[in-house]
């Protein structure tokens, strides 16, 4: 069974930094391309940026509200995927899921992080 | 354009057929992916590809894509069916990924 445990969120402050960790089981981690997927409250989905697996070169795209500030990376000898983020804008408050993905279909979701930016 | 767009919300009498739609113009060239996603909770993949439902998904889903729009059909709605539905594609570079707004489906 694929799981998929996201932790990390929090309360930060305005221009603060905050590492979200996502603990990948059931599947090849290596293998699989991750997304992060966010979702500010009460409103729709928003696709943050997609780490291809090493063999498919590893490459990392963002999307515009979060490029250069976002940076996403993955430990393939322990499975977990990061999510760091700095320069934090209360506008990034949001409940962060991990995701993989395929082609742009996004199988599986964790339950989802909230990372609350407020001063 | 990278943006695909959906209707805020839908209506459908219980056991009667509702069609969600999306457009885009990434629909032109990528297939639309659907989720459901109920209060509370993580949203679920109930279609993708030119019309494929993951396992545990009813037969009653079902996905099809016309030029610049694709659309989710549920035929024969259950109560359980009310949720929010959400489609997503790659854009036109095929390098990043976007949603449309969501659809709120209510089963009266």
């Known amino acids: 069974e694929v799981q998929l445990v996201e932790s990390g969120g929090g309360l930060v402050k305005p221009g603060g930094s905050l590492r979200l960790s996502c603990a990948a089981s059931?599947?090849?981690?290596?293998?699989?391309?991750m997304s992060w997927v966010r979702q500010a409250p009460g409103k729709g989905l928003e696709w943050v940026g997609r780490?291809?697996?090493?063999?498919?070169?590893?490459?990392?795209d963002y999307a515009a509200p979060v490029k250069g500030r976002f940076t996403i990376s993955r430990d393939d000898s322990k499975n977990p995927l990061y999510l760091q983020m700095s320069s934090l804008k209360t506008e990034d408050t949001a409940v962060y899921y991990c995701?993989?993905?395929?082609?742009?279909?996004?199988?599986?979701w964790g339950q989802g992080t909230l990372v609350t930016v407020s001063s | 354009s990278s943006e695909l767009t959906q209707d805020p919300a839908v209506s459908v009498a219980l056991g009667q057929t509702v069609r969600i739609t999306c457009q885009g113009d990434s629909l032109r060239k990528y297939y639309a992916s659907w989720y459901q996603q109920k209060p509370g909770q993580a949203p679920v993949l109930v279609i993708y590809g030119k019309n494929n439902r993951p396992s545990g998904i009813p037969d009653r889903f079902s996905g099809s894509s016309s030029g610049n729009t694709a659309s989710l059909t549920i035929t024969g709605a259950q109560a359980e069916d009310e949720a929010d539905y959400y489609c997503n594609s790659r854009d036109s570079s095929g390098n990043h990924v976007v949603f449309g707004g969501g659809t709120k489906l209510t089963v009266l």
């Open positions: 780490i291809k697996s090493k063999t498919d070169g590893g490459t990392r």
């Open positions: 059931g599947f090849s981690f290596s293998n699989a391309w």
């Open positions: 995701t993989t993905i395929v082609r742009g279909v996004i199988y599986y």
